[in-house]
């Protein structure tokens, strides 16, 4: 079992519609918990941090689930520049910290 | 600096050949990483530098793979005898990691390499 997992899509929404992507975790010692986004052939930009208590950006709303160790996504009212991968990231720490990027969630949105 | 620096952005080298990628940091960052993204695949981890600790090593995938930095500075990774499946987008990222709080990382643009 993968230690970050995600559904890889793509998901295909029109533009104004809401989507949601989660992302699993196995490591319960699991501490620090992002969204990244990664527009194509670009580098992975930070897009929010998850809090436990969960954080709102904008249309863009993130929760976490610790019990069933779980992240998600939410994105309002979808624009064609949200089209992009999105990456669940995973910091353990260990000493150190080992981060653990997911494969990524593709999302195309449509006029 | 401002940002993440990479150099090159692009590299194309003969297969047996060594080839040296440098990452600048963010200022003030004590954690750096190297990750490989191949075309259309997700980021795979390298290596990983906190401080003046050991760094993480267990991402190389073989022993032709390895990397320095010194202190909290500029990071080199150096692939030596160059094979074609280690065509890729080398990224280096950094972050402030304080005590137990880690936060997010900043990516530089990656050194694409291609070895022909």
């Known amino acids: 079992r993968k230690e970050v997992e995600q559904d890889p899509g793509p998901f295909n929404v029109p533009e104004g519609a809401t989507v949601a992507f989660n992302c699993t975790y196995s490591?319960?010692?699991?501490?620090?918990f992002f969204w990244y986004r990664q527009d194509c052939r670009k580098e992975p930009k930070l897009l929010m941090s998850?809090?436990?208590s969960g954080n709102e950006d904008g249309r863009f709303t993130a929760q976490l689930n610790r019990a069933s160790q779980y992240i998600s996504l939410l994105i309002r009212d979808s624009k064609l520049s949200d089209s992009a991968t999105y990456l669940c990231?995973?910091?353990?720490?260990?000493?150190?910290?080992?981060?653990?990027f997911g494969a990524g969630t593709r999302l195309f949105v449509k006029a | 600096g401002a940002g993440v620096s990479q150099s090159p952005s692009n590299k194309v080298t003969e297969k047996g050949k060594d080839v040296e990628l440098r990452c600048d940091p963010i200022?003030?960052?004590?954690?750096l990483y190297w990750y490989r993204q191949r075309l259309g695949q997700g980021l795979e981890f390298l290596i990983y530098?906190?401080?003046?600790?050991?760094?993480?090593k267990s991402g190389l995938p073989s022993d032709r793979f390895s990397a320095e930095r010194t202190g909290e500075s500029v990071s080199t990774l150096t692939i030596q005898r160059t094979q074609q499946e280690d065509s890729a987008v080398y990224l280096c990222?950094?972050?402030?990691?304080?005590?137990?709080?880690?936060?997010?990382?900043?990516f530089g643009s990656g050194t694409r390499l291609t070895v022909v």
């Open positions: 990222a950094s972050s402030l990691a304080v005590g137990t709080q880690a936060y997010g990382y900043t």
């Open positions: 490591n319960s010692a699991s501490q620090s």
């Open positions: 998850v809090y436990s």
């Open positions: 990231v995973v910091t353990i720490n260990t000493g150190g910290f080992k981060t653990i």
């Open positions: 200022s003030g960052h004590t954690a």
């Open positions: 530098f906190q401080g003046n600790s050991a760094p993480d």
